[in-house]
């Protein structure tokens, strides 16, 4: 193959470049907001000390898990959104919009209940002292306060998701951008405001942190709601939707049937990270402390592919649902292509200001070092993180959701996991080698990812028939 033919088969023109860095550039500087905000809260947790900065690391840890199933939910049946707007059918956009109502409200009561009667249990989990850095019930006293005042924000979160999630299906993704911007802005200002106290405030700590939080979600919620029923002539799916929360069976079966192994996926492969995360504390709570550093950073550094990701599932959905297939497959390669290129700069980037971003926080010498190390393993692999997530939400946006759950949840489980866990329990190799032994796991992943991507078994209309 020629360099013109790779060129032509791998880059696009500006055209295309101007089409995808539309939907891409609001979604990358919401979640960079929103992870730039989440760096400041835990840099402000982490000036307070470091077992406020491990219990309130450990409880996000937990309902980062919620959160992936709530994502889940609103996936599963976005993959349907997307095809329905490419085909021009609004009524069966209003029907999804109403199925991720119904699925996140489920989830929403399903956490709650877990987190009131076993949070304190999960937080144990993490808990050991095997390096003389934090105390343990302390820790546990911080998280647990840090979980209560959380779980007041799990229903505007969910409810925010539900419409985000349908506003960026049909091509919306300013408003959400606009609404991630309002909801930061007013976290930020109360972190400073509650976590120290100033102003006359009462000097709140964790507690402080998690009532900015819970705040942050309610404006965001009511800025996604306020204009999406304001503005009903630009985007119909919203007129009506509920004057009947009913679903058509047969979409409910097929968003049932699709949707349940994506959302099933994201909550067992959160609930995988968390584990590796609880194998990885066997060595110390100064490893949860830089865990908790190098995964804030490296979000903040993640948002490209990230957003990529959700341009793949807009625009190769919408090209499936109008029967493109040929432009479909060849849209989607390139994005792949220019993820990857995007987070080869990322991931040098971040390897250079390394050391730069533990030394912000106030923790202990060891725990910098450790994070700092962690954010360069990272580093390494964030062109593969990038062609991982393409090929994830390729195989999603057509439908292939048993794929995507053997590719990524049944990997995590039946290779990641069990080999963290012997690593762990029966070696006494160092934290970093564990590590960095388990991630580099993912290349295996990126064989088979581009291999079922290149097969085309994802290119198909799902909803044709419906």
């Given at each position: 193959?020629?360099?013109?033919q ?10 295309f ?20 905000v ?35 939910a609103?996936?599963?049946?976005g ?6 707007y ?7 956009v ?16 399903v956490?709650?209940v ?5 949070g304190e ?29 959380m ?28 609404a991630g ?34 705040v ?56 995988g ?21 190098s995964?804030?950073i ?22 499936l ?40 926080y ?22 593969f ?10 195989l ?19 290779l990641a ?21 388990v ?25 044709r028939?419906?």
């Open positions: 193959m020629t360099g013109q790779i060129r032509k088969k791998y880059i696009g023109d500006r055209a470049y101007q089409k995808v860095l539309f939907i891409v550039i609001p979604i990358i500087i919401q979640n960079a907001i929103t992870n730039f989440g760096l400041l809260d835990n840099i402000m947790v982490g000036q307070v000390g470091t077992d406020q900065m491990n219990g309130v690391a450990i409880v996000n840890q937990l309902l980062f898990v919620f959160n992936l199933c709530v994502w889940g609103v996936s599963g049946a993959i349907f959104t997307a095809q329905y490419g085909k021009g059918d609004h009524e069966g209003r029907n999804t919009f109403r199925a991720k109502l119904v699925l996140t409200s489920v989830v929403a009561v956490g709650m877990l987190f009131l009667t076993k249990w999960l937080i144990i989990r993490f808990l050991h002292e095997t390096d003389g850095v934090g105390n343990a019930e302390n820790t546990l006293y911080y998280g647990r306060a840090y979980l209560h005042v779980l007041i924000g799990l229903i505007p979160f969910v409810i925010s998701q539900a419409y985000a999630n349908t506003l960026r299906d049909v091509g919306e993704t300013v408003l959400p951008m606009k911007i309002a909801a930061v802005v007013v976290n930020v200002a109360l972190n400073y405001i509650l976590i120290f106290g100033h102003f006359g405030a009462p000097r709140l700590g964790v507690v402080g942190a998690a009532a900015a939080t819970v942050s979600r309610f404006v965001e919620m009511a800025v996604v709601v306020i204009w999406t029923q304001t503005h009903k002539e630009k985007h119909p799916f919203i007129v009506g939707a509920f004057s009947s929360l009913r679903i058509p069976s047969q979409l409910m079966r097929q968003i049932l049937i699709k949707g349940a192994p994506l959302a099933f996926n994201e909550g067992l492969w959160a609930l990270v968390t584990m590796l995360n609880q194998n990885y504390s066997m060595r110390g709570l100064s490893v949860i402390a830089a865990l908790n550093i995964s804030t490296s979000n903040l550094f993640s948002v490209v592919y990230l957003a990529m990701g959700d341009a793949i599932a807009i625009i190769v959905g919408q090209l649902g109008a029967q493109k297939m040929e432009e479909a497959k060849d849209t989607d390669r390139k994005m792949i292509c220019f993820s990857v290129l995007c987070c080869l700069v990322i991931g040098f980037t971040m390897s250079l200001f390394r050391n730069l971003f533990p030394a912000i106030k923790t202990e010498p060891q725990v910098r070092s450790l994070a700092a190390d962690f954010i360069l393993i990272t580093s390494v692999m964030m062109p993180y990038a062609f991982l997530h393409g090929c994830y939400f390729t999603r946006t057509g439908g292939k959701t048993i794929v995507t759950f053997l590719f990524d949840s049944v990997f995590m489980w039946a996991v069990p080999c963290a866990y012997m690593l762990t329990h029966f070696t006494a190799l160092p934290i970093l080698a564990l590590y960095a032994i991630q580099s796991l993912d290349f295996i992943k990126c064989i088979v990812g581009a291999v079922f991507v290149k097969k085309g078994v994802w290119l198909q209309n799902i909803v028939e419906i």
